[in-house]
């Protein structure tokens, strides 16, 4: 079953940067999109920014003209890159993608990363 790694993360200060790894492995036909999720305390998870295969984005209102989001089709790996940080990013942050493995479309998800962000 295909699984996803995630690696970055960790504490910034406001106004600080701070860029988040995704990669998926496995036994691969394709991925479609990938994205990124976070999850704050006592709140819904909600999506921050996704990209197609072809490279389309789509990105929270919250977070448009601060996070970029990246992918290297070859070796399936995203990456968030996180820039003029805000306490309210402070979250545990997921990656997602939809993988094609053998015959099966997957929804993998990672493990989350948890993002602090303090003044």
């Known amino acids: 079953q295909p699984q996803v790694v995630e690696s970055g993360g960790g504490s910034a200060q406001v106004g600080g940067s701070l860029s988040l790894s995704c990669t998926a492995s496995g036994r691969i036909v394709s991925v479609y999109d990938m994205g990124w999720y976070r999850q704050a305390p006592g709140k819904q998870r909600e999506l921050v920014a996704s990209i197609a295969n072809r490279g389309s984005t789509n990105y929270a209102d919250s977070v448009k003209g601060r996070f970029t989001i990246s992918r290297n089709n070859d070796n399936y790996t995203v990456v968030l890159q996180m820039d003029s940080l805000k306490p309210e990013d402070t979250a545990v942050y997921y990656c997602?993608?939809?993988?094609?493995?053998?015959?099966?479309?997957?929804?993998?998800w990672g493990q989350g990363t948890l993002v602090t962000v303090s003044s």
């Open positions: 997602k993608a939809e993988i094609v493995s053998g015959l099966r479309d997957f929804e993998v």
